[in-house]
């Protein structure tokens, strides 16, 4: 074993994970978050390429690139938690698959990703411990010591003449004065320390990135711990028999049903409710309920219609499990619109559209239950075929203006402009950010057309809305700041200039 293979990787991670660290003060420590995400995921991805030069070599770069490309583009059209976790993993698979740790499978990706980002917190602390124990068995300990010692008198005496020609030139005197130390000691806080040391802990697992060995060590105990256990029926084979799942598919399909018939006589059908209950109370109720209640049937199919079991190949317990799991996608299909009625008398929230997003999603998983029986598949397709779906849909929603469709929902069916429903909450859609600015505006101009001179929103809302875009503003002075959708946003602002209010005419006296 020898040293040369250690000491020059380590030491050309460390040097870039210090000019990444130095990149991200200056993008990041105190300044707004907009284009310079996207600019420092690219110069992470290219750090990532100096990492493994071998990689450039047997062309494992492309097309790497562009699909992290697209993963890096959300963030062009606005920073969020949600692109910015797309692009984190989108890295996380770039700087994996070039140090060839990635698998094949969407399923096993996703499990590889779940690992390294657990893991990618604590790998430089390891790193560094693992890097001076071998180092220290190596005999290394000397020598670095020795680098370090060779600069001693060099700089000492470099000092030394610095300071007397400080003293026979006025002009290094007069640079050397211009070096305040007080003022250098007094710009390093421990909040920016901890904040480098968060970055470089940060990019170092994405400089050299590793998996954790506990699944293969896992693996390796796993068969011995099942050979060691002796061969006897076991209370899953009696709880998930033939017969306990053909008795309970009949007592479910009875349950649902009367639950689908109550929602098709209700709210498909538009009966008359019980006195005192109210379609929103109705809807409100059995919204979220009804997805855990499909949630908890999707899990007891994938319980009992183990592939290769008994179970999955009866003709009439598929019937049942069929009919049982197109009624649940009926009842997700009644949640939504449930939503839909709570939303239409209750206005829309951040929440209320992830319930819509999320009620969706159970809906697709249970038709990929319906298909993985029908078509024979193994459980890793239908974890693929759900991974595959919710990562289009995140991906998705990146380019979407939630808050935009918020505010413009809210105002459009608020009790001022349809004379039903409830009254329009401007301090929330001012909580929305700028760009709920363009529907707060058409709020404004449509109230103040109006002779509702007492309306609570006409008297602190325009000035609060005035002061919020002249922040908005000169935070965008900030070319870090930039992206598309503020971009698209400013363009709007230009255009509609400055925010006027117009107020209701007085009425006129008889006589006048």
Known sequence: MTTMPIAPSYCRRIGAGILL?????FLFYGQPAGISVFLFGMVLAGAVVAMHPAALSDGRVWPGPAALFAGLLPLIENVSPLSVLIAVLALAVFALSLARRLRAGIARVAGQLGLFLIAAPFRFVRDFFRWRKVARRLGRRRIRLAAIAVWAMPLTLGAVFLALFGV????????????????????????????????LAGVWAFLRPRLPRIPSRIKRVAPAARAARPARTSTEDIIFGKAAILRALIVFNALFSVQTLLDVTYLWGGAALPDGLTYAAYAHRGAYPLVVTALLAAGFVLAALRPDSETSHDPLIRRLVYLWVAQNIALVISSMLRLDLYVGVYALTYLRVAAFVWMGLVAAGLAFIVARIALTKSGEWLLSANLLTLSATLYACCFVNFAALIANYNVDHSREMTGQGVPLDGWYLRDLGPCAFPALDRFLAYLGGTTASDHPLRHDLPDLRRQDEIHWRAEQKNWRAWSFRDWRLARYLDKSGPLVVPQPAEPSMPGR
């Open 21 to 25: 660290v130095a990149l991200t003060d």
């Open 168 to 199: 026979a030139n006025p002009i290094i005197e007069h640079w050397l004065s211009l070096i305040d130390l007080y003022a250098l000691l007094e710009r390093i806080e421990v909040g920016r320390l901890v904040f480098w040391l968060i970055v």
